[in-house]
């Protein structure tokens, strides 16, 4: 614990109850006393640097290079990617990591280069290191993308882990995107940007940093090329932005800057250069395939604060059905639980929960569960005993259970870096699966200071298994909440074999994504709030997690109609669609359906359900793609054009795969909005009116619904009028063709599909569309569906 945990503790006294925020206050005391006693003061500290490049020792795929001080290993992966570890760091362990690290690239050697320095020349880079130890990064064609100045490292003379800072430069042009789940962005300005998974203890907005699901990964864009990079520490950490600035007339450039400071942990990263597809590609590769969710995760769910009881629930889902609205998911917040219990139900008010959840999900609506990982101390508790029994709670440095504070009594918290513990953790949820829930919403789990609503947190100085090495709290803070998503992952993969899991976390780490999603948490509600929304998604995606949404509505407060019908509509786009209804300090009646706004918003809503569940087969072959390739479903204007300048500034529109442009609205009383266009024709998917880009175009955005625009030549997978599958085809330019990609599964088991191909050409006033992924080698073929072709009168007004 520190000073800022300390603050966000004392401001808790003033957000609840009196007695509450002083038991809080008290905590936070205990937890600094613990530390005090746990963490050795670092006391005098030396700082080192490299020093001069002595000798080298060439290996597979790269070799290692000695300084006077340091040593550094260059390793060039088969995946493309680009690993190098100062003081003999190697790749792992990693918690990144998905398996084991990939195997060296036997074509990359090591070689002199200019200067007394030497190189690692790979396909997609080359890695120079000079005599100082200055790292640069360059393209095939020699442009460099990146310089890493020799590191400064800070070691206390009595011992320990030494903190480190490394100063990276980059081209003047570039753009800074990443470093997880920001509320501002998804470009990163200037600025402070800390590495400390962290619950903000109220809605948030723009301004709040950090938040709940940070990592070390950056995304650099720039005219020369895009490069990730990934410092593979998960310790407390910050990093200084500064973008560059190119010289005017004669003047010179200032280059952008990253300055990443770090608590500790080995100073060792990843790089991966490219297209922003292949870079995505080489990630996935290295930190695992995203986890797949069942069809029914695509569609509409909804949550309410406090759904009081079995009645309650009944009433809501009726008042979807009455209406006609879509609703796939319903999720039961902390209060369906007994107690202070992670697991169990209060049978008083949901005495028939199992049968409730069987006629929900005969009529379409799956149960969704929130868990988190703290334990409510009651000796008889099911949870409690066995994990007593089996020692599995975080102790700290004297061997002592951590209690921690929630609710009306003390808790304490699984190590879920440990093995052993994930298994133990994994079989709880098969009460859970007895009780009927489908899926599983981590809360609180970074764990982080007690704040609003009494997330418990863990001092520094505790203990943790961290896989047989052990170490503390220090390292093992970021990645509790990804070795919990995994321990509830793998559990469910164990007792439900036939049925992908579904989990989604607030917290989380790289990787994360191989265990499910994440969503945005306590957003404000308000128009910041919408923006935020997107700007978390989109970074989010950037760095590997590809299904992520928001709490439409927002929290803690009552949203306008428009800024409700505004939100609705762009949730309807993004991956994870939740709407949320009520706020922690207790729900307003209603406030939060959709019905429940007005008969105007109430019919506007239902055409942007509709539309959601039209293209939830375009949503699953999104799902499919992101797997195998890492490209997430919501993506950047310049996804497919990085060199433009307009399109890496742009940010209040985005791309759902390559087919669908949508522009939200995020302001009141807007009716028309400027759009930014990618190269090519894009129509307007009501109208069908086409526009021609690159450059900016004005459409209308009535309170009816947000600009969507699909690409010139796009084939999705829909849902017909009647439920059957359709083949939405756009038709492309003259003299262009077009196609697509398209994986039918409405399914939530473990078959895998094939991806169709498919093409579509412009021949006199028809548009031809052919299946090109034939393997008996005859040629392509008529889809298997109906085709509906659209876009043709504005083709033929051209023409």
């Known amino acids: 614990m520190d000073g800022r945990d300390l603050v966000r503790s004392v401001k808790a006294v003033g957000s609840v109850g009196a007695g ?13 006393r613990t530390d005090a006693v746990g963490l050795p003061p670092r006391g005098v500290e030396r700082a080192r640097v490299p020093g001069v490049l002595r000798e080298v020792e060439p290996g597979p795929g790269g070799g290692v290079i000695r300084f006077d001080r340091s040593e550094l290993r260059v390793v060039v992966a088969v995946n493309g990617a680009v690993f190098w570890g100062w003081d003999g760091a190697g790749p792992e362990p990693s918690y990144a990591l998905a398996g084991r690290c990939p195997e060296p690239d036997p074509r990359a050697v090591l070689e002199p280069d200019k200067g007394g320095g030497w190189r690692v020349v790979a396909e997609r880079a080359t890695v120079a290191v000079s005599r100082q130890g200055e790292v640069e990064v360059r393209t095939p064609g020699g442009v460099t993308l990146r310089r890493d100045l020799p590191p400064r490292w800070w070691e206390p003379d009595g011992g320990g882990r030494a903190r480190w800072m490394q100063r990276s430069e980059v081209a003047a042009d570039a753009r800074f995107f990443g470093l997880g789940g920001r509320a501002s962005g998804p470009r990163l300005r200037d600025g402070r940007y800390r590495l400390w998974n962290t619950d903000p203890g109220r809605a948030f907005g723009p301004g709040d940093d950090p938040l709940y699901l940070t990592m070390p990964v950056q995304l650099v864009v720039g005219d020369a090329g895009t490069h990730l990079v990934f410092y593979d520490s998960s310790w407390d950490g910050t990093v200084v932005l500064r973008e560059g600035a190119e010289g005017a007339g004669s003047g010179h450039d200032r280059p952008g800057t990253s300055v990443l400071r770090m608590d500790g942990g080995p100073l060792r990263c990843w790089v991966a250069v490219g297209t922003p597809a292949r870079v995505l590609l080489a990630w996935a590769a290295l930190t695992g395939a995203s986890a797949l969710p069942p069809a029914w995760a695509l569609g509409h769910q909804h949550a309410r604060w406090g759904l009081g009881d079995e009645q309650e629930v009944r009433r809501v889902v009726a008042g979807y059905r009455e209406r006609e609205l879509p609703l796939d998911a319903l999720h039961l917040d902390v209060g369906h639980r007994a107690g202070e219990g992670v697991f169990g139900v209060d049978e008083e008010r949901f005495p028939k929960l199992p049968q409730l959840a069987e006629e929900l999900r005969r009529d379409g609506v799956r149960l969704v569960s929130a868990v988190g990982p703290a334990v409510a101390v009651a000796s008889g508790d099911r949870v ?37 513990v994930r298994e133990w953790w994994g079989g709880l949820y098969e009460e859970r699966l007895a009780q009927g829930f489908a899926g599983f919403r981590h809360d609180g789990n970074e764990p982080t200071s007690w704040a609003a609503f009494g997330e418990p947190t863990l001092p520094r100085s505790a203990r943790h298994a961290l896989e047989g090495r052990g170490g503390d709290h220090r390292e093992a803070h970021n990645v509790y909440a990804l070795c919990m998503a995994r321990a509830g992952y793998e559990g469910l993969s164990r007792l439900v074999p036939g049925q992908r899991p579904f989990v989604f976390s607030r917290s989380g780490w790289a990787g994360v994504q191989r265990y499910g999603g994440t969503w945005s948490g306590d957003v404000a509600t308000g128009w910041p709030g919408l923006r935020a929304s997107l700007s978390l998604v989109l970074g989010l995606g950037l760095c590997g997690v590809p299904y992520s949404g928001a709490d439409v509505g927002g929290v803690g407060g009552s949203p306008s109609p428009e800024l409700y019908l505004r939100w609705v509509q762009l949730g309807a786009y993004l991956p994870l669609f939740r709407t949320h209804a009520g706020t922690h300090a207790g729900a307003r009646a209603g406030r939060g359906e959709p019905w429940e706004f007005g008969d105007e918003v109430l019919e506007h809503a239902r055409v942007a359900l509709a539309e959601r569940e039209r293209l939830l087969p375009y949503f699953m072959t999104l799902a499919h793609l992101a797997r195998r390739t890492g490209a997430p479903y919501a993506r950047p204007l310049w996804w497919s054009a990085p060199e433009d300048r307009a399109l890496r500034d742009c940010e209040d529109a985005f791309l759902l795969g390559d087919c669908l442009l949508v522009a939200p609205v995020f302001g009141p009383g807007v009716e028309r909005r400027v759009v930014r266009l990618p190269a090519g024709r894009w129509y307007d998917t009501v109208t069908e009116r086409a526009y021609e880009g690159p450059g900016q175009v004005v459409v209308d955005a009535p309170v009816s619904r947000i600009p969507v625009l699909a690409r010139a030549g796009s084939v999705l997978p829909v849902r017909g009028a009647d439920g059957a599958p359709e083949l939405e085809v756009w038709a492309p330019a003259r003299g262009r063709t077009g196609g697509g990609l398209v994986v039918w599964d409405a399914g939530d088991g473990w078959d895998e599909p094939e991806i169709e191909r498919y093409t579509a050409r412009l021949r006199g006033r028809r548009v031809v569309v052919e299946r090109e992924d034939r393997e008996d080698g005859d040629g392509p073929r008529e889809p298997g569906c109906r085709v509906r072709v659209r876009g043709l009168a504005a083709e033929a007004g051209e023409g």
């Not at 509450?20 to 600094?32: D, E, F, M, Y």
């Open 384 to 420: 409690y005993d066995s994990g007593a029994a089996g020692d599995v709670f975080v102790r700290d440095a004297a061997g002592h259970v951590v209690r921690g504070v929630a609710g009306p009594g003390d808790v304490v918290f699984p190590d879920f870096t440990d093995a052993r």
């Open 20 to 32: 509450q925020g002083l038991r809080t206050v008290r905590a936070a005391w205990r937890r600094r």
